[in-house]
């Protein structure tokens, strides 16, 4: 969200933008055990994690979208979706 009401002017930004403009590290998106994917679209976006090795890493995988509600459950290493229960 500071991103896309600063230099993103409106556009949320890719992880490879985020990491850019300091809001990410790099070593943050890769030492947590999990695949992140970010899907942009328009002025909405989701985000999807996955543990790398499943049942070693984690078991939860997550989805969160531009309504801010994480959602997740165990998914035996497939990718959460928006119709995960939320993650309180």
């Known amino acids: 969200i500071q ?4 230099k993103g002017a409106g556009s949320f930004g890719t ?3 985020l990491v ?4 990410l ?9 999990y695949k992140i994917e970010v899907l942009l679209l328009g ?3 989701q985000v999807t994690a996955v543990p790398d090795e499943y049942g070693k890493t984690g078991k939860t995988s997550y989805f969160i979208d531009h309504t801010n509600v994480l959602r ?3 998914h ?3 990718v959460a979706t928006l119709e995960d229960d939320p993650i309180n």
């Open 43 to 45: 002025d909405k976006f």
């Open 76 to 78: 035996g290493g497939g």
């Open 15 to 17: 992880i490879e933008q």
């Open 3 to 6: 991103y896309k009401s600063g």
């Open 72 to 74: 997740g459950g165990d």
């Open 20 to 23: 850019d403009e300091g809001f």
């Open 25 to 33: 590290s790099k070593e943050m998106i890769q030492s947590q055990g």
